[in-house]
């Protein structure tokens, strides 16, 4: 297993401005508002990063995750493309969140941290919860209506490794457009009244950004096992941990080694973060307490199916510069188009995948269809909590 991280930021330093003044802060400012491990690492342009051995031997026990070629997926979408899966859905939590969750965890403990509060649709909480268990960490979710409505089970998972979980309601007679901010904004509520207590943000952030690198570094090298290198590499785009975890490597292949892979990002077309944001300084709370990141932006959700992790109105700030210089490209899709997608690698794979993935499988389909003869690699989550977003489906076979 490798034992570094990749840091995005050795291409795209880190800025992060103060919400009130909107001047950019330093290490020891923002070490006021996060752990001052997670301050030092967020500022970090180092390009790889040790992987801390306590942390190192919690992902040896299940990392690396498996890849494997959809060789039955192929057949049903009838191409010629090779499409190569990396299963994040093999992770303790059945999706890629956990590998930021316990290195934040320990860099917590390690900072002596007892409390930390975060807000979630469910997967981080659960995430979270389970990491901060680990190190002997009180958790609490803050869960928007929405997603507790949609997800139901989540707020139990989530008890089950000791978080205290708060439904967020929406104010009365007031209009909600952006679900993620409405929680982060009861969370730091919370961690404002709580001694000693800190507010973790579920994605975004460089800090829980960097962790994901290992799927990428994983990709690159089982691939290279097979004597491959992809030419697609495909991603869903919420806050941009699942997109960049999967192709930050091979974005920095294209700049250190000139060998271009086409990075390619799904979203919602309700969240459309790459086609429609517009750059300028963001937060992910309206309470002018969490530092602000130049990026893109969207003034909220346009009107459409419930989304779950792909509802972030903000983007990570190398999702918005590595789009910027031409080198992701988005590709939008309606949730009947991502059910779709996903029912379908369902019947062939027998795999039921995550509803944020849906997403994903669409893209791969419009990019097999539209291409000859290339390989394609993205990765999935486990979608066997998400059964009531699928009709009831039954396996080709």
């Given at each position: 297993?490798?034992?570094?991280?990749?840091?995005?930021?050795?291409?795209?330093?880190?800025?992060?401005?103060?919400?009130?003044?909107?001047?950019?802060?330093?290490?020891?400012?923002?070490?006021?508002?996060?752990?001052?491990?997670?301050?030092?690492?967020?500022?970090?342009?180092?390009?790889?990063?040790?992987?801390?051995?306590?942390?190192?031997?919690?992902?040896?026990?299940?990392?690396?995750?498996?890849?494997?070629?959809?060789?039955?997926?192929?057949?049903?979408?009838?191409?010629?493309?090779?499409?190569?899966?990396?299963?994040?859905?093999?992770?303790?939590?059945g999706n890629h969140k956990i590998?930021?969750?316990?290195?934040?965890?320990?860099?917590?403990?390690?900072?002596?941290?007892?409390?930390?509060?975060?807000?979630?649709?469910?997967?981080?909480?659960?995430?979270?919860?389970?990491?901060?268990?680990?190190?002997?960490?009180?958790?609490?979710?803050?869960?928007?209506?929405?997603?507790?409505?949609?997800?139901?089970?989540?707020?139990?998972?989530?008890?089950?490794?000791?978080?205290?979980?708060?439904?967020?309601?929406?104010?009365?007679?007031?209009?909600?457009?952006?679900?993620?901010?409405?929680?982060?904004?009861?969370?730091?509520?919370?961690?404002?009244?709580?001694?000693?207590?800190?507010?973790?943000?579920?994605?975004?952030?460089?800090?829980?950004?960097?962790?994901?690198?290992?799927?990428?570094?994983?990709?690159?090298?089982?691939?290279?096992?097979?004597?491959?290198?992809?030419?697609?590499?495909?991603?869903?785009?919420?806050?941009?941990?699942?997109?960049?975890?999967?192709?930050?490597?091979?974005?920095?292949?294209?700049?250190?080694?000139?060998?271009?892979?086409?990075?390619?990002?799904?979203?919602?077309?309700?969240?459309?973060?790459?086609?429609?944001?517009?750059?300028?300084?963001?937060?992910?709370?309206?309470?002018?307490?969490?530092?602000?990141?130049?990026?893109?932006?969207?003034?909220?959700?346009?009107?459409?199916?419930?989304?779950?992790?792909?509802?972030?109105?903000?983007?990570?700030?190398?999702?918005?510069?590595?789009?910027?210089?031409?080198?992701?490209?988005?590709?939008?899709?309606?949730?009947?188009?991502?059910?779709?997608?996903?029912?379908?690698?369902?019947?062939?794979?027998?795999?039921?995948?995550?509803?944020?993935?849906?997403?994903?499988?669409?893209?791969?389909?419009?990019?097999?269809?539209?291409?000859?003869?290339?390989?394609?690699?993205?990765?999935?989550?486990?979608?066997?909590?998400?059964?009531?977003?699928?009709?009831?489906i039954k396996r080709d076979g």
């Amino acid at each position: 297993m490798l034992n570094k991280f990749l840091n995005l930021n050795a291409y795209n330093k880190s800025h992060l401005f103060d919400p009130l003044h909107e001047k950019e802060n330093n290490q020891d400012k923002l070490a006021g508002v996060l752990p001052p491990s997670l301050a030092k690492l967020e500022l970090s342009s180092e390009k790889y990063i040790d992987i801390p051995e306590d942390v190192f031997d919690i992902y040896s026990t299940y990392r690396p995750t498996p890849l494997y070629r959809a060789r039955e997926f192929e057949k049903a979408i009838r191409t010629t493309c090779e499409i190569y899966i990396k299963d994040e859905g093999a992770t303790p939590t059945g999706n890629h969140k956990i590998n930021s969750a316990y290195l934040i965890a320990y860099s917590c403990k390690k900072d002596g941290i007892k409390t930390v509060a975060t807000e979630t649709t469910g997967n981080w909480g659960i995430a979270l919860a389970m990491a901060a268990k680990r190190f002997g960490i009180k958790t609490v979710c803050f869960l928007d209506y929405e997603s507790h409505k949609e997800r139901p089970n989540r707020k139990a998972l989530m008890e089950g490794f000791g978080a205290d979980v708060v439904i967020v309601e929406p104010p009365a007679n007031q209009e909600v457009k952006d679900l993620l901010t409405l929680s982060a904004n009861a969370a730091i509520e919370f961690i404002k009244r709580s001694k000693g207590a800190y507010y973790i943000f579920g994605s975004v952030y460089s800090y829980f950004i960097i962790p994901q690198s290992v799927i990428g570094l994983e990709i690159k090298s089982q691939l290279a096992e097979l004597d491959k290198y992809p030419d697609i590499v495909i991603g869903t785009c919420g806050g941009g941990a699942n997109l960049l975890g999967t192709a930050g490597v091979f974005l920095a292949d294209i700049i250190d080694e000139r060998r271009r892979a086409r990075i390619v990002s799904a979203e919602a077309e309700s969240c459309p973060i790459l086609s429609e944001g517009k750059m300028g300084l963001y937060s992910i709370d309206t309470l002018k307490y969490y530092p602000l990141i130049h990026t893109y932006g969207l003034d909220g959700l346009r009107d459409g199916d419930y989304v779950g992790g792909l509802g972030s109105t903000v983007v990570a700030s190398s999702v918005a510069f590595f789009h910027s210089k031409g080198m992701i490209e988005a590709n939008r899709f309606s949730s009947n188009e991502a059910k779709n997608a996903a029912e379908m690698f369902y019947r062939s794979e027998g795999i039921l995948v995550a509803l944020e993935t849906g997403y994903t499988i669409a893209a791969i389909i419009k990019q097999a269809r539209e291409n000859d003869n290339k390989v394609i690699v993205a990765n999935i989550s486990s979608g066997d909590t998400d059964k009531q977003f699928y009709s009831n489906i039954k396996r080709d076979g």
